[in-house]
Protein backbone atom coordinates (compact mmCIF):
# COMPACT_ATOMS: atom_id res chain seq x y z
CA UNK A 1 0.00 0.00 0.00
CA UNK A 2 1.40 3.37 -1.01
CA UNK A 3 1.05 6.32 1.36
CA UNK A 4 1.35 10.25 0.12
CA UNK A 5 2.67 13.00 2.39
CA UNK A 6 0.91 16.46 2.24
CA UNK A 7 3.56 19.25 2.19
CA UNK A 8 2.61 22.87 3.91
CA UNK A 9 3.62 26.20 1.43
CA UNK A 10 3.62 29.18 3.16
CA UNK A 11 2.73 32.82 1.86
CA UNK A 12 5.93 35.39 2.11
CA UNK A 13 4.10 38.65 1.94
CA UNK A 14 3.82 40.63 4.94
CA UNK A 15 0.42 40.87 6.79
CA UNK A 16 -0.99 37.98 4.60
CA UNK A 17 -2.07 34.65 6.74
CA UNK A 18 -0.45 31.47 6.67
CA UNK A 19 -1.96 29.19 3.85
CA UNK A 20 -1.46 25.73 3.96
CA UNK A 21 -1.72 23.96 0.42
CA UNK A 22 -2.15 20.44 0.08
CA UNK A 23 0.37 18.91 -2.74
CA UNK A 24 0.62 15.36 -3.59
CA UNK A 25 3.82 13.97 -4.04
CA UNK A 26 5.87 16.69 -2.54
CA UNK A 27 8.12 14.61 -1.22
CA UNK A 28 9.44 11.33 -1.68
CA UNK A 29 6.29 8.50 -0.96
CA UNK A 30 7.23 6.59 2.43
CA UNK A 31 8.37 3.16 1.51
CA UNK A 32 5.63 0.24 0.83
CA UNK A 33 4.25 -2.09 2.70
CA UNK A 34 3.35 -5.54 0.97
CA UNK A 35 -0.23 -5.79 -1.13
CA UNK A 36 -2.47 -7.96 0.66
CA UNK A 37 -2.64 -10.15 -2.37
CA UNK A 38 0.93 -10.80 -1.78
CA UNK A 39 0.46 -12.03 1.45
CA UNK A 40 -2.19 -13.91 -0.06
CA UNK A 41 -0.27 -15.63 -1.93
CA UNK A 42 2.49 -16.44 0.50
CA UNK A 43 -0.03 -18.18 2.65
CA UNK A 44 -1.67 -19.61 0.47
CA UNK A 45 1.72 -21.42 -1.06
CA UNK A 46 2.49 -22.20 3.01
CA UNK A 47 -1.01 -24.03 3.16
CA UNK A 48 -0.85 -26.21 0.31
CA UNK A 49 2.78 -27.32 1.65
CA UNK A 50 1.10 -28.42 4.97
CA UNK A 51 -1.29 -30.78 2.80
CA UNK A 52 1.34 -31.50 0.71
CA UNK A 53 3.45 -33.04 3.57
CA UNK A 54 6.10 -31.01 2.16
CA UNK A 55 8.46 -29.24 5.30
CA UNK A 56 10.76 -27.29 3.13
CA UNK A 57 7.70 -25.35 1.66
CA UNK A 58 5.82 -25.01 4.38
CA UNK A 59 9.20 -23.35 5.84
CA UNK A 60 9.83 -21.61 3.29
CA UNK A 61 7.66 -18.47 3.94
CA UNK A 62 8.94 -18.15 7.58
CA UNK A 63 11.41 -16.46 9.03
CA UNK A 64 14.64 -19.03 10.26
CA UNK A 65 14.38 -18.04 13.81
CA UNK A 66 10.76 -19.77 13.61
CA UNK A 67 12.38 -23.03 12.34
CA UNK A 68 11.94 -24.96 15.43
CA UNK A 69 8.52 -24.15 16.42
CA UNK A 70 7.30 -24.14 13.24
CA UNK A 71 8.59 -27.92 12.48
CA UNK A 72 7.18 -29.00 15.48
CA UNK A 73 3.87 -28.05 14.60
CA UNK A 74 4.31 -29.18 11.50
CA UNK A 75 4.74 -32.74 12.75
CA UNK A 76 1.96 -32.58 15.79
CA UNK A 77 -0.53 -31.47 12.89
CA UNK A 78 0.53 -34.83 10.75
CA UNK A 79 -1.15 -37.07 13.12
CA UNK A 80 -4.64 -34.81 12.15
CA UNK A 81 -6.33 -36.17 9.14
CA UNK A 82 -6.84 -32.74 7.69
CA UNK A 83 -9.43 -32.22 4.57
CA UNK A 84 -8.45 -28.45 4.55
CA UNK A 85 -5.78 -25.57 5.16
CA UNK A 86 -6.74 -22.25 4.49
CA UNK A 87 -5.91 -18.68 5.11
CA UNK A 88 -7.74 -15.71 4.23
CA UNK A 89 -6.33 -12.27 5.06
CA UNK A 90 -8.41 -9.35 6.27
CA UNK A 91 -6.26 -6.72 6.65
CA UNK A 92 -2.48 -5.51 6.30
CA UNK A 93 -0.46 -2.91 8.11
CA UNK A 94 2.48 -1.27 7.30
CA UNK A 95 4.39 -0.98 10.75
CA UNK A 96 7.89 0.46 9.59
CA UNK A 97 10.37 -0.16 7.11
CA UNK A 98 10.11 -3.65 5.59
CA UNK A 99 7.72 -4.50 8.51
CA UNK A 100 3.91 -4.96 8.65
CA UNK A 101 1.33 -6.76 10.43
CA UNK A 102 -1.47 -8.58 8.55
CA UNK A 103 -4.84 -10.05 10.10
CA UNK A 104 -5.90 -13.45 8.78
CA UNK A 105 -8.64 -15.93 9.67
CA UNK A 106 -7.04 -19.35 9.87
CA UNK A 107 -10.05 -22.07 8.47
CA UNK A 108 -9.12 -25.78 9.04
CA UNK A 109 -11.25 -28.68 8.05
CA UNK A 110 -11.08 -32.60 9.19
CA UNK A 111 -11.45 -34.38 6.64
CA UNK A 112 -14.55 -36.62 6.45
CA UNK A 113 -15.87 -35.40 10.20
CA UNK A 114 -15.87 -31.15 9.13
CA UNK A 115 -18.82 -30.00 6.52
CA UNK A 116 -17.25 -26.58 7.00
CA UNK A 117 -14.27 -25.10 8.43
CA UNK A 118 -13.12 -24.71 12.72
CA UNK A 119 -11.89 -20.83 12.05
CA UNK A 120 -9.76 -18.85 14.19
CA UNK A 121 -8.41 -15.16 13.95
CA UNK A 122 -4.93 -14.96 13.81
CA UNK A 123 -2.19 -11.55 13.91
CA UNK A 124 0.87 -12.44 11.49
CA UNK A 125 4.17 -9.99 12.02
CA UNK A 126 6.10 -9.94 8.58
CA UNK A 127 9.46 -8.80 7.70
CA UNK A 128 10.92 -7.62 4.32
CA UNK A 129 14.35 -8.97 3.42
CA UNK A 130 15.68 -9.33 -0.09
CA UNK A 131 12.67 -8.15 -1.53
CA UNK A 132 10.17 -10.40 -0.34
CA UNK A 133 8.31 -10.86 2.80
CA UNK A 134 8.64 -13.41 5.43
CA UNK A 135 6.28 -14.46 8.76
CA UNK A 136 8.74 -13.71 11.92
CA UNK A 137 5.11 -13.95 14.59
CA UNK A 138 2.06 -15.65 14.16
CA UNK A 139 -0.76 -15.52 17.42
CA UNK A 140 -4.00 -15.92 18.23
CA UNK A 141 -5.88 -12.36 17.63
CA UNK A 142 -7.13 -11.01 21.25
CA UNK A 143 -9.99 -13.37 22.44
CA UNK A 144 -9.30 -15.32 19.74
CA UNK A 145 -8.85 -19.53 21.07
CA UNK A 146 -5.77 -21.08 20.90
CA UNK A 147 -5.33 -24.30 18.63
CA UNK A 148 -4.92 -27.95 20.27
CA UNK A 149 -1.55 -28.92 18.55
CA UNK A 150 -0.24 -25.82 20.19
CA UNK A 151 -0.39 -26.82 23.38
CA UNK A 152 1.72 -29.99 23.27
CA UNK A 153 1.85 -33.74 21.13
CA UNK A 154 -1.43 -34.67 19.49
CA UNK A 155 -2.68 -38.10 20.78
CA UNK A 156 -5.49 -39.54 17.96
CA UNK A 157 -8.10 -41.93 18.85
CA UNK A 158 -10.35 -42.62 15.93
CA UNK A 159 -13.94 -43.75 16.60
CA UNK A 160 -16.33 -45.42 15.02
CA UNK A 161 -18.16 -42.22 14.33
CA UNK A 162 -15.87 -40.07 16.12
CA UNK A 163 -12.39 -38.32 16.36
CA UNK A 164 -10.50 -37.48 19.97
CA UNK A 165 -7.54 -35.49 19.99
CA UNK A 166 -5.57 -35.42 23.10
CA UNK A 167 -2.64 -33.59 24.72
CA UNK A 168 -0.96 -34.92 27.95
CA UNK A 169 -3.74 -37.82 27.69
CA UNK A 170 -3.56 -41.26 28.22
CA UNK A 171 -4.73 -43.84 25.43
CA UNK A 172 -6.97 -45.80 27.92
CA UNK A 173 -8.80 -42.52 28.76
CA UNK A 174 -9.15 -41.31 25.18
CA UNK A 175 -10.67 -44.50 23.86
CA UNK A 176 -13.13 -44.32 26.73
CA UNK A 177 -14.58 -41.08 25.65
CA UNK A 178 -14.42 -41.76 22.21
CA UNK A 179 -16.59 -44.82 22.78
CA UNK A 180 -18.92 -42.60 24.80
CA UNK A 181 -19.00 -40.56 21.82
CA UNK A 182 -19.86 -43.33 19.47
CA UNK A 183 -22.32 -44.16 21.51
CA UNK A 184 -23.95 -40.71 21.22
CA UNK A 185 -24.60 -39.64 17.60
CA UNK A 186 -27.06 -42.63 17.18
CA UNK A 187 -28.48 -41.29 19.98
CA UNK A 188 -28.75 -38.20 18.66
CA UNK A 189 -29.36 -39.36 15.17
CA UNK A 190 -32.86 -41.53 16.64
CA UNK A 191 -34.00 -38.60 18.35
CA UNK A 192 -33.09 -35.70 15.27
CA UNK A 193 -33.16 -36.31 11.99
CA UNK A 194 -31.32 -33.31 10.96
CA UNK A 195 -28.76 -32.72 7.96
CA UNK A 196 -25.34 -33.54 9.57
CA UNK A 197 -22.48 -35.32 9.22
CA UNK A 198 -22.45 -38.07 12.02
CA UNK A 199 -19.84 -37.78 13.27
CA UNK A 200 -18.28 -35.95 16.11
CA UNK A 201 -14.77 -34.27 16.79
CA UNK A 202 -13.57 -34.32 20.62
CA UNK A 203 -10.99 -32.09 22.19
CA UNK A 204 -9.18 -33.01 25.23
CA UNK A 205 -6.86 -30.60 26.71
CA UNK A 206 -4.79 -31.49 29.74
CA UNK A 207 -5.95 -29.67 32.01
CA UNK A 208 -8.90 -26.65 33.00
CA UNK A 209 -6.26 -23.79 32.02
CA UNK A 210 -5.59 -25.44 29.05
CA UNK A 211 -9.50 -25.74 27.98
CA UNK A 212 -10.00 -21.96 28.92
CA UNK A 213 -7.19 -20.89 26.20
CA UNK A 214 -8.88 -23.41 23.39
CA UNK A 215 -12.17 -21.08 24.10
CA UNK A 216 -10.72 -17.90 24.80
CA UNK A 217 -11.54 -17.16 27.85
CA UNK A 218 -10.67 -17.98 31.73
CA UNK A 219 -10.18 -21.37 33.32
CA UNK A 220 -12.69 -20.22 36.25
CA UNK A 221 -15.48 -19.78 33.83
CA UNK A 222 -15.38 -23.59 32.86
CA UNK A 223 -14.86 -24.95 36.42
CA UNK A 224 -17.41 -27.87 37.22
CA UNK A 225 -18.24 -27.86 33.46
CA UNK A 226 -17.65 -31.54 31.91
CA UNK A 227 -17.50 -30.41 28.50
CA UNK A 228 -18.84 -27.70 25.88
CA UNK A 229 -19.51 -27.12 22.42
CA UNK A 230 -17.20 -24.50 20.19
CA UNK A 231 -19.82 -23.80 17.66
CA UNK A 232 -21.17 -20.28 17.98
CA UNK A 233 -24.38 -19.96 18.98
CA UNK A 234 -26.90 -18.18 16.45
CA UNK A 235 -24.15 -18.67 13.76
CA UNK A 236 -26.60 -21.24 12.09
CA UNK A 237 -25.59 -22.69 8.44
CA UNK A 238 -22.27 -20.23 8.02
CA UNK A 239 -21.45 -21.30 11.48
CA UNK A 240 -17.67 -22.52 11.84
CA UNK A 241 -17.10 -26.88 12.33
CA UNK A 242 -18.21 -27.64 15.85
CA UNK A 243 -15.58 -28.81 18.82
CA UNK A 244 -17.01 -30.75 21.69
CA UNK A 245 -14.14 -29.79 24.39
CA UNK A 246 -13.93 -31.65 27.20
CA UNK A 247 -12.84 -30.30 31.13
CA UNK A 248 -11.07 -33.28 31.98
CA UNK A 249 -10.86 -32.31 35.33
CA UNK A 250 -14.55 -31.78 35.80
CA UNK A 251 -15.59 -34.99 33.49
CA UNK A 252 -13.16 -37.35 35.47
CA UNK A 253 -15.11 -37.13 38.32
CA UNK A 254 -18.39 -38.05 37.11
CA UNK A 255 -19.78 -41.29 36.81
CA UNK A 256 -20.50 -43.74 33.13
CA UNK A 257 -23.85 -42.33 33.28
CA UNK A 258 -23.15 -38.11 33.86
CA UNK A 259 -20.02 -39.17 31.21
CA UNK A 260 -22.64 -40.55 28.45
CA UNK A 261 -24.67 -37.71 29.33
CA UNK A 262 -22.42 -34.90 28.67
CA UNK A 263 -21.22 -36.09 25.42
CA UNK A 264 -25.03 -37.07 24.06
CA UNK A 265 -25.81 -33.25 25.54
CA UNK A 266 -22.81 -32.01 23.51
CA UNK A 267 -23.50 -33.73 20.67
CA UNK A 268 -26.80 -33.32 20.23
CA UNK A 269 -25.29 -29.44 19.88
CA UNK A 270 -23.32 -30.45 16.87
CA UNK A 271 -26.53 -32.10 15.25
CA UNK A 272 -28.27 -29.06 15.34
CA UNK A 273 -25.84 -26.05 15.07
CA UNK A 274 -27.27 -25.35 11.08
CA UNK A 275 -30.69 -25.10 13.00
CA UNK A 276 -29.59 -23.15 16.08
CA UNK A 277 -29.56 -18.86 14.79
CA UNK A 278 -29.79 -15.71 16.62
CA UNK A 279 -33.52 -16.20 16.77
CA UNK A 280 -33.06 -19.69 18.89
CA UNK A 281 -33.20 -18.70 22.31
CA UNK A 282 -30.48 -20.35 25.10
CA UNK A 283 -33.52 -22.17 26.89
CA UNK A 284 -34.82 -24.26 24.10
CA UNK A 285 -30.81 -25.18 22.53
CA UNK A 286 -29.79 -26.10 26.27
CA UNK A 287 -33.37 -27.10 26.64
CA UNK A 288 -33.61 -29.45 23.70
CA UNK A 289 -29.59 -31.47 23.79
CA UNK A 290 -30.86 -32.06 27.93
CA UNK A 291 -34.00 -34.05 26.73
CA UNK A 292 -32.42 -35.76 23.76
CA UNK A 293 -29.25 -36.72 26.53
CA UNK A 294 -32.04 -38.19 28.90
CA UNK A 295 -34.48 -39.60 26.27
CA UNK A 296 -34.60 -43.36 26.57
CA UNK A 297 -32.73 -43.45 30.10
CA UNK A 298 -34.62 -44.43 33.55
CA UNK A 299 -34.04 -40.65 35.42
CA UNK A 300 -36.82 -39.22 36.94
CA UNK A 301 -37.81 -35.53 36.80
CA UNK A 302 -36.69 -35.50 40.43
CA UNK A 303 -32.95 -36.84 39.87
CA UNK A 304 -32.38 -35.27 36.62
CA UNK A 305 -33.77 -31.69 37.85
CA UNK A 306 -32.42 -31.68 41.49
CA UNK A 307 -31.66 -27.85 42.18
CA UNK A 308 -35.01 -26.66 40.50
CA UNK A 309 -37.34 -29.43 42.81
CA UNK A 310 -35.75 -27.77 45.87
CA UNK A 311 -36.69 -24.72 44.91
CA UNK A 312 -40.49 -25.45 43.45
CA UNK A 313 -40.42 -27.41 47.07
CA UNK A 314 -39.71 -24.53 48.78
CA UNK A 315 -42.22 -22.64 47.03
CA UNK A 316 -40.19 -20.34 44.52
CA UNK A 317 -41.88 -21.94 40.95
CA UNK A 318 -40.24 -19.28 38.35
CA UNK A 319 -42.09 -16.68 36.94
CA UNK A 320 -40.76 -17.16 33.72
CA UNK A 321 -38.57 -19.53 31.23
CA UNK A 322 -35.18 -18.70 32.03
CA UNK A 323 -33.19 -15.79 29.69
CA UNK A 324 -30.19 -16.38 28.16
CA UNK A 325 -28.36 -14.38 30.79
CA UNK A 326 -29.45 -17.46 33.02
CA UNK A 327 -27.04 -19.81 30.92
CA UNK A 328 -23.52 -17.49 31.21
CA UNK A 329 -20.75 -19.87 32.80
CA UNK A 330 -19.31 -18.59 36.07
CA UNK A 331 -21.58 -17.42 37.67
CA UNK A 332 -24.49 -18.75 40.17
CA UNK A 333 -23.93 -22.93 39.88
CA UNK A 334 -26.93 -23.42 41.90
CA UNK A 335 -29.13 -21.01 39.11
CA UNK A 336 -27.10 -22.30 36.06
CA UNK A 337 -28.50 -25.50 37.01
CA UNK A 338 -31.79 -25.01 37.80
CA UNK A 339 -31.86 -22.82 34.16
CA UNK A 340 -30.93 -26.13 32.57
CA UNK A 341 -33.29 -28.11 34.59
CA UNK A 342 -35.80 -25.36 33.25
CA UNK A 343 -34.76 -25.71 29.72
CA UNK A 344 -35.05 -29.24 29.92
CA UNK A 345 -38.28 -29.35 31.47
CA UNK A 346 -40.03 -27.22 28.90
CA UNK A 347 -39.29 -29.59 26.17
CA UNK A 348 -40.35 -32.47 28.11
CA UNK A 349 -43.80 -31.27 27.87
CA UNK A 350 -43.52 -30.13 24.62
CA UNK A 351 -42.58 -33.63 24.17
CA UNK A 352 -44.81 -35.03 26.05
CA UNK A 353 -48.23 -32.92 25.35
CA UNK A 354 -47.69 -32.14 21.64
CA UNK A 355 -45.50 -35.56 20.82
CA UNK A 356 -41.59 -35.62 19.79
CA UNK A 357 -42.17 -34.50 16.14
CA UNK A 358 -43.96 -31.60 17.16
CA UNK A 359 -40.48 -30.81 19.37
CA UNK A 360 -38.11 -31.11 17.11
CA UNK A 361 -40.70 -29.22 14.20
CA UNK A 362 -41.07 -26.61 16.63
CA UNK A 363 -36.93 -26.30 17.12
CA UNK A 364 -36.77 -25.55 13.67
CA UNK A 365 -39.49 -23.07 13.30
CA UNK A 366 -37.88 -21.28 15.83
CA UNK A 367 -34.55 -21.37 14.43
CA UNK A 368 -35.56 -20.78 10.77
CA UNK A 369 -37.10 -17.12 11.84
CA UNK A 370 -35.21 -14.15 10.41
CA UNK A 371 -34.72 -12.23 13.87
CA UNK A 372 -35.27 -13.03 17.82
CA UNK A 373 -38.25 -10.93 18.17
CA UNK A 374 -41.48 -13.46 17.33
CA UNK A 375 -40.05 -16.04 16.52
CA UNK A 376 -41.09 -17.60 19.70
CA UNK A 377 -44.97 -16.49 19.26
CA UNK A 378 -44.47 -17.62 15.61
CA UNK A 379 -43.77 -21.12 16.49
CA UNK A 380 -45.77 -21.74 19.54
CA UNK A 381 -48.75 -20.60 17.19
CA UNK A 382 -47.94 -22.57 14.02
CA UNK A 383 -46.68 -25.74 15.39
CA UNK A 384 -48.23 -26.00 18.82
CA UNK A 385 -51.33 -24.13 18.34
CA UNK A 386 -50.66 -22.00 21.85
CA UNK A 387 -49.06 -18.59 22.55
CA UNK A 388 -46.01 -18.14 24.98
CA UNK A 389 -47.90 -16.82 28.00
CA UNK A 390 -50.24 -20.06 27.74
CA UNK A 391 -47.12 -22.11 27.24
CA UNK A 392 -45.29 -20.38 30.22
CA UNK A 393 -47.96 -20.94 32.46
CA UNK A 394 -48.31 -24.62 31.20
CA UNK A 395 -44.36 -25.22 31.92
CA UNK A 396 -45.00 -23.79 35.65
CA UNK A 397 -48.21 -26.42 36.03
CA UNK A 398 -45.90 -29.02 34.44
CA UNK A 399 -43.08 -28.23 37.06
CA UNK A 400 -45.49 -28.33 40.03
CA UNK A 401 -46.50 -31.81 38.81
CA UNK A 402 -42.94 -33.32 38.59
CA UNK A 403 -41.20 -31.86 40.85
CA UNK A 404 -43.61 -30.75 43.61
Not at 43 to 68: E, I, M, N, S
Not at 270 to 284: E, F, N, S, Y
Request: proline share 5%.
Amino acid sequence: MAFRRSGAVRGAAAGLSAVVLVLAGCAAPAPAGPDSREIQSLLDTHARALLDRDVPGWLAALDPALAPAARTEFDRLAKIPLGSWTYRVTDVDRTGEGRATARAELGYRIKGYDSGPATSERILDLTQRDGRWYVTGDRAAEGAPQQLWQQGEVTTVTGTRSLVLGVGQGQERLREIAAAADRAVPAVGDAWNGNWAGRVVVLVPDSIEAMGRLLGGPADSYRGIAAVTTGRAGGGPKAPADRVIVNPDAYAVLGAFGRQLVLTHETTHVATRVQTTGATPVWLSEGLADWVAYRGTDRTAAQAAPELRRAVRAGDLPAELPDDAAFAFGGDAEALARAYEGGWLACELIADRWGEEKLTEFYRAVGAHPVREGALEKAFRDVLDTTPEDFTADWRTYLGERLG
